[in-house]
């Protein structure tokens, strides 16, 4: 996968494949550190240690969609090439932790992607399920929450197009008046 977003998407995925009703998304820009993390935790029903430490075997998957299962491994290598690593951390019947970092300015950290459309589109794909995204920029921080949007949003529905572009909008110009801030 060449954008972070991607690996963002596919961890998602597994997320509510695992049954979890809340999602958490968490990006860190810190420039001075050189640091880029990205989080995703689920209350999904979690996993062993012996599942998490079968995550890296392409044909280790818990999907029954299909057989082979390479986001967990492509996300750790591009963290890995990128100067960071991935750790997964999960408890049974309490959900998963999957975080990355990388080397912000390293060559071979892939681009973040357009991060607004990919939270929008998780988020209105899945209305029934309640995201939380943050993005936090040099200690500088954005917090996007569906139970407050749904709550202002009424009977509109999160995947209603126009409340779909509107959400774009908002998260992408809140994240752009964060970095215009921060600097």
Do not use: C
């Not at 995204?133 to 949007?149: A, K, L, P, R």
């Amino acid at each position: 996968m060449n954008e972070i977003s991607l690996h963002i998407i596919d961890i998602i995925q597994n997320s509510l494949s695992a049954g979890a009703s809340l999602i958490r998304v968490v990006i860190e820009e810190n420039i001075v550190q050189n640091l880029l993390s990205v989080a995703i935790i689920d209350n999904g029903k979690g996993m062993t240690k012996e599942q998490i430490d079968r995550l890296d075997d392409p044909f280790f998957t818990s999907r029954t969609t299909r057989r082979v299962g390479m986001g967990i491994p492509l996300f750790r290598q591009s963290a890995e090439q990128s100067g960071g690593e991935l750790v997964v951390t999960s408890e049974p019947g309490y959900g998963t932790t999957v975080k990355a970092s990388f080397l912000n300015d390293h060559i071979d950290r892939p681009p973040m992607g357009d991060i607004a459309n990919t939270m929008v589109l998780m988020i209105s794909s899945n209305p029934d399920k309640d995201f939380v995204f943050e993005y936090i920029y040099n200690g500088i921080s954005y917090i996007f929450d569906t139970v407050e949007i749904k709550a202002v949003l009424e009977e509109l529905s999160l995947n209603d197009p126009a409340v779909i572009r509107m959400l774009t909008e908002m998260i992408s110009e809140n994240i752009k008046d964060l970095k215009t801030q921060s600097d």
